[in-house]
């Protein structure tokens, strides 16, 4: 299936790998997706910023609200033409995260949302984003928590993905490439979503991939509740004895390069 944002712009076809805003039927993905840039976008001021795969471009653009400096950087030729024609602030490029065209301690921020999910070699690209970095200079890391997202699975769910990850994994990760980990966040559903889900069978998640699955219309009442959906329907916080870590829905990482 392929569809456009919004504004009459011809916008980039939904692959599985990328959000994309201004659709009602992606719109859960995307505050998913939104939230975590909205809540942690300050770390950004006044800073140079890199977002290694910054896919549609959104993300990029709303840390240029704030940064100094904001490069994009994408593999995919149609997500560089985009974000150059629709993000004028982006300092958008074309190249490969195992080996950022970067120069060492080129910036002060590297944000990597819902990225590494897709990388064959998870390792190299840590290490280069280590490399780019100042020291001092921190990686904002989200991705989907493999506990929740391909629960009991060997293989991730999703066909795109080529290796999920759960907090440990995650954390072992970066500390291998010499980052000191300055916190571990979860994104949760608030009480909002907990309604839908209860409205959708337990879990408005599920509702959406039946659909998707069986390439089935969908329900007035899915895709209201479904477009409904803003940031605030989420939390993004520490795991906590109620609510752990392994239960939240996607990771996000906040590390600091010494």
């Given at each position: 299936m392929?569809?456009?944002?919004?504004?009459?712009?011809?916008?980039?076809?939904?692959?599985?790998?990328?959000?994309?805003?201004?659709?009602?039927?992606?719109?859960y993905w995307f505050r998913r997706h939104e939230v975590v840039y909205r809540r942690l976008v300050e770390r950004c001021r006044d800073?140079?910023?890199?977002?290694?795969?910054?896919?549609?471009?959104?993300g990029a653009d709303l840390i240029a609200d704030v940064a100094r400096t904001v490069i994009g950087l994408d593999y995919d030729e149609s997500a560089v033409a985009h974000v150059r024609a629709r993000y004028p602030r982006v300092d958008m490029r074309h190249g490969n995260?195992?080996?950022?065209?970067?120069?060492?301690?080129?910036?002060?921020?590297?944000?990597?949302?819902?990225?590494?999910?897709?990388?064959w070699d998870q390792g190299q690209f840590v290490t280069e984003c280590a490399r780019v970095l100042r020291p001092g200079g921190t990686l904002l890391m989200s991705t989907p928590n493999r506990i929740t997202f391909s629960p009991g699975r060997d293989t991730p769910v999703n066909p795109f993905h080529t290796r999920e990850l759960n907090a440990a994994e995650l954390t072992e990760l970066l500390e291998a490439a010499g980052f000191r980990m300055e916190a571990m966040l979860g994104v949760y559903h608030g009480p909002a979503l907990a309604e839908l889900d209860a409205r959708h069978g337990g879990s408005i998640i599920d509702a959406q991939i039946a659909r998707a699955l069986?390439?089935?219309?969908?329900?007035?009442?899915?895709?209201?509740?479904?477009?409904?959906?803003?940031?605030?329907?989420?939390?993004?916080?520490?795991?906590?004895?109620?609510?752990?870590?392994?239960?939240?829905?996607?990771?996000?990482?906040?590390?600091?390069?010494?």
């Open positions: 392929s569809a456009s944002v919004t504004d009459g712009d011809p916008g980039l076809p939904l692959t599985g790998e990328r959000t994309i805003p201004g659709l009602a039927e992606e719109n800073r140079d910023v890199l977002e290694a795969g910054s896919g549609e471009g959104y995260l195992a080996e950022l065209p970067l120069p060492d301690g080129a910036v002060d921020v590297v944000v990597n949302f819902q990225v590494i999910e897709h990388l069986a390439d089935a219309p969908w329900s007035a009442e899915l895709l209201a509740d479904v477009e409904s959906v803003t940031i605030d329907h989420f939390d993004l916080a520490p795991g906590s004895e109620t609510r752990p870590i392994d239960d939240s829905l996607d990771l996000v990482a906040i590390a600091v390069r010494p």
